[in-house]
């Protein structure tokens, strides 16, 4: 389409136009001139002398113009379609091949007076050729027009009525001027053609310099590519590394911690009350066996167990009541507000937090009493969690701490935690709109 050319394909078809147009303007000229010529001689009863100096019987004037006009249209028609039209090779061969048999058509019908047009087929020929490889093949078919038009000029040369007879009509001084004209259209039909030639060859030229400077960009931009995949690929070794630390650090260290929390327990039950250290054995056995599952679908890139089967909020249920019974710690859990809609990896976030946070709480802190809120505020939700424990008056970012963060993160969250009669930590997740109000309270 004309809107998708360069400045310099837009300015060659402009040339080539310009050559069809001063060429349909020539050939109107030539055949008008004989025509009228033809008219005259018959209007002035010289008939039968013009036609002894003829080897052939003339057309009638007014048919022998509109054969050259529709002739130069049909050639005009083919020429469009040779340059513009979406065809096999074979079909632009056999209009090319019609081009030419048009020309001699029309170079017939002038008399052999104009044979200018041929360089139209040239220029299409020429508009037609890609690449230095097909060189040869252009001169060869260049070649074949000339002979081919000579050729058939010498054909034609004693069946046509030449020119000069027609010019003989007029006065000596019309006659030089009229065969002035002739040579003129001739003389500034090459200077068009050879000026579009130099355009043409231009823009081929500008053209491979461009296809060059896309391929070296493509190629830089492949060497880029390589550079930021094997960059990815290191990140993303990166990555799984850390999450893989993080899921074993979340799911071992809390049910590590609960064992040890609930043998501890069973030390001192052992003597004094047998059966409650046995059925702290089994709770201790149960949180053993739940935390071999969360490891195997931590490693096979999975949820977490309790968030595969149940909703969020039994999920933090759930894993605060097991561990609570596993480790002895009193863990009360106040609900302000759940978000009415979750992704996947913003449940999984939470469901963390709570389990690592009460971890720590038992693990660091020796705490024995935990508070676990969660709410929601306009545009966020948030979990607070708060101990008894020790404490400490700087508190630093251990693996569990920072784990946390890393999460958050994923998320566009944040982590606050300080140390004021125990431990306590803030997790806030931006949750955009679909926060719904679900108050309550449940102890556990």
């Not at 058509?105 to 047009?117: H, P, R």
């Not at 043998?263 to 149960?286: G, Y």
């Not at 053993?288 to 309790?306: F, N, Y």
Request: net charge neutral; aromatic share 8%; hydrophobic share 45%.
């Amino acid at each position: 389409m004309a809107g998708e050319y360069t400045w310099e394909e837009r300015r060659l078809e402009w040339l080539y136009g310009l050559l069809g147009l001063y060429n349909g303007l020539v050939v109107l000229l030539m055949a008008g001139f004989m025509s009228l010529t033809q008219e005259k001689i018959v209007n002035s009863m010289t008939a039968h002398a013009f036609l002894t100096t003829l080897p052939i019987v003339p057309l009638p004037a007014s048919k022998g113009f509109l054969l050259s006009v529709g002739a130069y249209a049909l050639l005009i028609l083919l020429g469009k379609l040779y340059r513009h039209g979406g065809m096999t090779s074979g079909q632009l061969h056999l209009i090319f091949a019609a081009e030419i048999g048009i020309c001699m058509l029309l170079m017939k019908s002038l008399n052999l007076a104009y044979d200018g047009i041929v360089l139209l087929a040239v220029a299409d020929l020429m508009h037609r050729y890609h690449g230095e490889n097909q060189s040869w093949l252009l001169l060869g078919a260049m070649l074949g027009i000339y002979f081919m038009a000579n050729y058939n000029m010498a054909i034609f040369q004693r069946h046509v009525a030449p020119f000069d007879v027609y010019t003989a009509y007029y006065r000596p001084e019309v006659q030089s001027v009229l065969l002035a004209i002739k040579n003129g259209f001739q003389s500034f039909n090459i200077v068009l053609f050879v000026l579009y030639l130099v355009l043409l060859v231009q823009s081929k030229h500008h053209e491979k310099e461009r296809i060059a400077s896309l391929n070296k960009q493509l190629e830089e931009a492949n060497v880029r590519l390589r550079a930021y995949a094997l960059e990815a690929e290191r990140t993303a070794e990166t990555r799984e590394r850390n999450r893989l630390a993080r899921e074993i650090h979340d799911t071992l260290g809390h049910t590590l911690t609960g064992i040890v929390a609930g043998l501890d327990a069973c030390i001192v039950l052992v003597d004094a009350v047998p059966a409650a250290a046995k059925k702290q054995l089994e709770k201790i056995r149960e949180t053993a066996r739940h935390g071999i599952v969360d490891v195997r679908r931590s490693v096979k890139k999975l949820r977490p167990d309790d968030l595969e089967k149940m909703p969020l909020q039994q999920a933090v249920k759930k894993v605060i009541a097991e561990f609570s019974a596993s480790s002895g710690v009193e863990i009360h859990l106040v609900e302000l507000g759940w978000p009415e809609k979750l992704r996947e990896d913003e449940e999984e976030v939470i469901y963390r937090i709570v389990q690592e946070g009460i971890t720590n709480a038992r693990r660091h802190g020796k705490a024995t009493k935990v508070t676990v809120t969660c709410g929601t505020e306009p545009g966020r939700f948030y979990i607070m969690i708060a101990d008894n424990g020790k404490g400490c008056d700087k508190p630093q970012q251990g693996f569990g701490l920072r784990h946390m963060e890393e999460r958050l993160e994923l998320l566009h969250g944040r982590l606050r935690y300080w140390s004021d009669k125990g431990f306590t930590l803030e997790a806030t997740i931006p949750m955009g709109k679909n926060v719904m109000d679900n108050n309550g309270e449940a102890d556990v």
